[in-house]
């Protein structure tokens, strides 16, 4: 329903400075918007078919990796961390697997996996919820009412799940580096490591956020481990990079993501030919995955492409970037990341939608110019945080969403500010 509006509103809002670009002279506009549908289309499909080679391989790849148990041992290696994140969920109970393959998958790129995993989880917790709302109406300290109503308010797992699925955390951001490389990148891998940073870093603040309302105990020595030594991990990384200069974190970058991404191949194939799975077969329908999901796109890449391409023909585009401009230059900032603040504005309400800002940001700026790369870290640094909300919530017939969408939102600001300040670190 959001991007219905903002579909819309890009369109009314280019007609509007169209008619004033005309009023003032330009009367070759209305010219330029129509050109821009044709062009826009066009670019979408193609970039649409060059994905489809691209996504069947990294498909196939994935469910060698799931068929290899890699989901599950990613999932058992994470339970210690996450058993102390929802505390109110008993130990053993269904839930907390669902959860653990949830995050595994979205870790992975597993989004076709990750969504109904995400689901089962969602649909466990409220199980959960239920039992524990009936027990208490038994007792006579809740009325049906006021059962119903707690049915239907977000419980403190499910709030602490969503903010960790809408942080975004991708290990491997597979379908970034494909649009990087269909849009003429010399180096498509080379945001990996940026775009791991900024990940860690709003997922590290939704914990930090979460925890804080619901009064989770972030001392205890597992979890203090945990998010330490991530720190540390990534403040080293940081100071590493800040050492070098600026061919050096090229290549240094560049190799880190390569060996660390065909390390994962390798990783996968090993781990599945030890469970003796027939690695082609699972190969090839992975493969078909991919292959449906880049048919599936090509719709949606059009209509945003399209409604971007004709705001930004009437000037419109240039209009609302040059106010954001123009306060950050009077408030004394550096004012290079604005032209990729797009997709950062539409990545909470839109994957699409930010996908189609990522792709025009790279079609009219460069894919390896500043502006392109940082649109492609705001793109893999937080997930669509409404969508998401909307989606978990609404399977589960949630009404009352407490302090899911701030805490959601308070993580997406952290990751957008992370993913300027390594791009800054990285690309300048």
């Avoid at 058993?83 to 790129?109: C, E, S, W």
């Avoid at 309400?349 to 025009?360: I, Y």
Wanted: proline share 3%; charged share 10%.
């Amino acid at each position: 329903m959001v991007l219905n509006y903002i579909w819309i509103a890009f369109f009314l809002m280019a007609a509007v400075c169209a008619v004033v670009q005309c009023c003032m002279g330009n009367t070759g506009i209305f010219s330029d918007m129509v050109g821009s549908t044709f062009d826009s289309a066009k670019t979408a499909f193609e970039i649409s078919l060059g994905l489809t080679g691209v996504l069947a391989l990294w498909m196939g790849m994935m469910k060698i990796a799931e068929r290899g148990g890699m989901v599950r041992a990613l999932s058992k290696g994470l339970s210690p961390l996450f058993v102390r994140l929802f505390p109110d969920i008993p130990k053993g109970h269904p839930a907390t697997g669902h959860i653990f393959m949830n995050i595994a998958a979205n870790m992975l790129g597993l989004d076709n996996a990750a969504t109904p995993l995400g689901l089962k989880a969602m649909e466990s917790m409220q199980q959960l919820n239920r039992e524990r709302n009936e027990a208490l109406e038994k007792r006579g300290c809740l009325t049906t009412q006021q059962m119903e109503e707690r049915n239907a308010t977000a419980s403190n797992p499910m709030i602490m799940f969503l903010v960790l699925n809408t942080s975004g955390l991708t290990i491997i951001p597979v379908s970034i580096m494909v649009y990087r490389a269909q849009m003429g990148a010399a180096q498509p891998t080379d945001i990996f490591v940026p775009i791991l940073l900024a990940t860690l870093a709003s997922t590290l603040a939704g914990i930090v956020v979460v925890s804080i309302y619901q009064r989770i105990n972030l001392l205890k020595p597992v979890l203090l481990a945990t998010l330490g030594g991530v720190c540390v991990l990534v403040a080293a990384v940081i100071w590493g990079f800040s050492q070098m200069d600026r061919a050096a974190i090229d290549m240094v970058s560049s190799l880190a993501a390569n060996v660390i991404l065909f390390g994962i191949i390798v990783a996968f194939i090993v781990a599945a030919m030890l469970q003796r799975v027939n690695v082609y077969e699972a190969f090839i329908e992975g493969a078909k995955e991919g292959f449906s999901t880049a048919v599936r796109v090509i719709p949606y890449l059009v209509a945003i492409l399209v409604a971007i391409g004709v705001f930004r023909a009437s000037g419109g585009m240039d209009v609302l970037m040059g106010i954001v401009g123009w306060c950050v230059n009077f408030c004394g900032g550096d004012g290079d990341f604005v032209a990729a603040l797009p997709t950062a504005m539409m990545k909470p309400l839109s994957g699409s939608g930010a996908r189609g800002m990522m792709v025009d940001t790279m079609a009219t700026y460069g894919a390896d110019s500043f502006a392109g790369r940082l649109s492609c870290v705001f793109q893999g640094s937080t997930d669509t945080t409404f969508y998401i909300l909307a989606v978990y919530f609404g399977s589960v017939g949630i009404r009352h969403t407490r302090h899911a969408v701030t805490c959601g939102l308070l993580a997406d600001a952290v990751g957008v500010l992370a993913a300027i300040g390594v791009a800054y670190l990285f690309f300048c």
